[in-house]
């Protein structure tokens, strides 16, 4: 019987509780010394908050924090590093403890995660929309979603008195003091200004940048060290990818602009809604904006219930992010469910309310049309032509799984658009996989551009989400071609639907498909552009190809 890594190594191995002692005070130390380089802007501006005390204790809470994340990560990198040593990679038996090392992993890092709060829970969150990490992990920690602990009323009003002014009664006529969502960073509450237009308060937490200063520090340290020891395991892409969303989740102003300019991005929409936002009564901390009613769109019972069918709401919710992406360039990076809402709607059944628009990422012009490119080569099997792309994204021969990471087919499939792998292909795919290796997989994810590891995410999470509606795959692969062909022409047309295109776009739409292995001729496309549009219809041009409920 193999023996725990836990006895392995903490319990009878003299030579590495050194080192394990040595990264833990190391951290600890820099966790106490934090505060002599600390931006003393980010400080908040109360008193209290800037005694000797409130140093002191916020060091030593970021040192118990820092050790449980050092005791956790050591502990993950030793478990994989001896529960696989001597098994090769190319046998069951190998594959089957990798995935009890993976869970393993994944329960204590869920358990930091629960403990530290905070940041912790944001962190674990991203972890988990990311496709690219094993099933044991996205399952385990997909749980934190719903995990944030509301703060207290007193702190928040003492955020909002510091923001808005000391007499919020000049402003407000009443503040709901029991939050309506509570999250990692931010708890909202319900409000009436004076003139009865009922909003939301997005409450920052209280001392949020000082803690986020020093666990994106933690992270990185301790990202530093596995690589050091094991340098096979390299995870600073993913910290560097983390800090750089969080600090844009923390200010609020920018969040605001984001969510006017997407406002602005859909206004041709009848079926996207994004809140208003009150400038006047926004800062850094607090987010004011317009209330709108609906539920979480994982929400299927309400749904129902609704008379919506779900299938619809994920047609609408994979069209609006797929002309985020491939047309606009200007992308939503956290649609998780609490963050989009399904309101009911007299006139056309239901709209999508889109929330927290703090995460945006501008893709650059070159890299929006080499997306598109990417895309339509998928679409058409162009072996070719991925490979360049790929090159143009620097991610050399790791661009031959490019098709498998978004259609589910390997580079020279021949299998239809949205129909999966056949048997040879698992089979050769497998034999491929076999030698691959922890580096080979760092080494891929290093090479990916940021903006790349972004459209990723939100492809996951929009994948995810469509998934539990009911849709099937086929389904997004389609809309993401229709919109990768509209975001290559020259003008697209927005304020139509994407209805109104030229003679260019209908004939390479049709193409698509026939290609994709969506028809068997193009007669028979042609007939079924005649379809009305309150059939399961995708607009390719003026006329629209009818998929298949």
Known sequence: ????????????????????????SATGAAALTYHHTLNPHLLPSH????????????????????????????????????????????????RRILSEVHLRSAKRILKLCEINQGFYIKAGQFVASMRQVPKEYSSTLASLQDQAVP??????????????????????????????????????????LKNHQEVVLKVQYPGL???MRMDIATMSLLSKCVT??????????????????????????QEARNSVKTGMNFKHSSRIRIPKVFQELTTSQVLTMQYCKGRRVDDLEFIRDMGIDPKKVAKVLVEAFAEMIFVHGFVHGD????NILVSPDE?????????????????????????????????LLDSHKIQQVGQHFGIGKYAKYLPLIFTGRTINSKAGFGNGMSVEEKTNLKQEVKSLTAGNISEFMESLPSQFLTVLRTDALIRSLTSKLGSPPRVRLLVYANFALDGLSSKPNL?????????????????????????????????????VLNESTYHFGVKSVYIGK
């Open 1 to 24: 019987m193999r023996t725990t890594f836990v006895s392995r190594v903490f319990g009878t191995s003299p030579r590495k509780k050194p080192f394990y002692l040595l990264i833990i």
């Open 47 to 94: 008193s209290d908050r800037r005694s000797p005390l409130y140093y002191i204790a916020t060091s030593l809470n970021g040192a118990v924090r820092s050790s449980r994340s050092l005791y956790t990560i050591t502990a993950n990198v030793v478990d994989y590093k001896y529960s696989l040593q001597g098994l090769s990679p190319d046998t069951d038996e190998y």
């Open 151 to 192: 703060c207290s009323f007193e702190a928040i009003k003492e955020v909002l008195i510091s923001n808005l002014g000391s007499d919020l009664k000049e402003i407000f006529l009443s503040i709901d003091e029991k939050p309506i969502a509570a999250a990692s960073i931010a708890q909202v509450h319900r409000a009436l």
């Open 209 to 211: 940048k000082d803690r």
């Open 228 to 253: 050091w020891f094991f340098p096979e395991y390299r995870f600073q892409w993913m910290v560097s990818e983390f800090s750089e969303v969080i600090a844009l989740e923390l200010d609020f102003i």
């Open 335 to 338: 649609p998780h469910p609490g």
């Open 347 to 379: 006139k056309q059944g239901f709209c999508l309310v889109v929330l927290d628009h703090g995460i945006y990422t501008s893709l650059d012009e070159e890299f929006r049309v080499n997306y598109c490119q990417l895309w339509k080569a998928l679409i």
């Open 495 to 531: 304020h139509s639907d994407f209805v109104l295109k030229g003679v260019w776009t209908r004939i390479m739409g049709i193409a698509v498909v026939v290609l994709a292995g969506g028809y068997k001729t193009s007669a028979h496309v042609m007939v079924k552009t005649s379809y």
